[in-house]
């Protein structure tokens, strides 16, 4: 069976400092991969997305960037946070295989810039 | 904005009576789907329905699609205090992403 890890679960950084969010799946080749952001009582926000290894789709432009440097393995990353990249960051999975465009998500990623 | 709208934003039942929350989107889709998120936690896929369908069940679980006006709306039959959790509807847009509703925040009170 497929499964999804993100980590870390929770994280406190300060304005400024580097991020990196790493999230992996297991049990499937060749996914396509996602990274949403979610603030406090708000619906997903699209910010990644990648059909393959080195494929990225930006669909935000803002203080972030994502990598995929393997084909099971999806990292979101930035240089100097900001006090507005505080918030809860899903990484999901999609057969390429399938055209439902079903997601599977991980548990999240919660981060607070103070 | 292509993200579709949840109407409620906020559902307060009893245990027992049935919740209904609807979505409105604005562009053609091929199939729209919901998820379930409980609080802090990853989204769950519930059910998907596709544009030539008009009505689907799985178990407690009713959505119904009217394409002509837009919209969907899920009911939740003889709903349990493990309800309780946000839900969002989702449409596939024309690129191929998942894009995301304000969802609903249902609250089940036993």
């Known amino acids: 069976s497929q499964t999804i890890h993100q980590w870390p679960a929770t994280l406190v950084q300060p304005v400024g400092s580097p991020l990196s969010l790493e999230c992996t799946v297991e049990?499937?080749?060749?996914?396509?991969l996602y990274w949403y952001r979610q603030a406090a009582g708000r619906g997903l926000q699209l910010l990644f997305y990648?059909?393959?290894?080195?494929?990225i789709s930006s669909e935000v432009p803002q203080n972030l960037s994502a990598s995929r440097p393997q084909d099971w393995q999806f990292i979101l990353s930035s240089k100097k946070l900001l006090l507005s990249d505080s918030g809860f960051y899903l990484c999901?999975?999609?057969?390429?295989?399938?055209?439902?465009?079903?997601?599977?998500f991980g548990e999240g990623s919660r981060l607070t810039v103070l | 904005s292509q993200q579709g709208e949840e109407d409620p934003q906020a559902l307060s039942i009893q245990e027992g009576e049935n919740a209904t929350m609807n979505c409105s989107y604005k562009?053609?889709?091929?199939?729209l789907q919901w998820y379930r998120q409980n609080s802090g936690r990853g989204l769950v896929h519930l059910i998907l329905?596709?544009?030539?369908?008009r009505e689907k069940h799985s178990g407690r679980l009713r959505v119904t699609l009217d394409t002509s006006k837009k919209s969907s709306s899920l009911l939740i039959t003889a709903s349990r205090a493990a309800d309780t959790a946000s839900y969002f509807c989702?449409?596939?847009?024309?690129?191929?992403?998942?894009?995301f509703g304000q969802g609903t925040e249902l609250s089940v009170k036993p």
């Open positions: 999901a999975w999609k057969s390429y295989r399938r055209d439902t465009g079903e997601l599977f």
């Open positions: 049990g499937t080749s060749n996914p396509n």
């Open positions: 990648s059909v393959g290894i080195g494929q």
């Open positions: 562009t053609s889709i091929n199939n």
């Open positions: 329905i596709r544009s030539n369908e």
């Open positions: 989702a449409r596939r847009n024309q690129g191929g992403k998942l894009i």
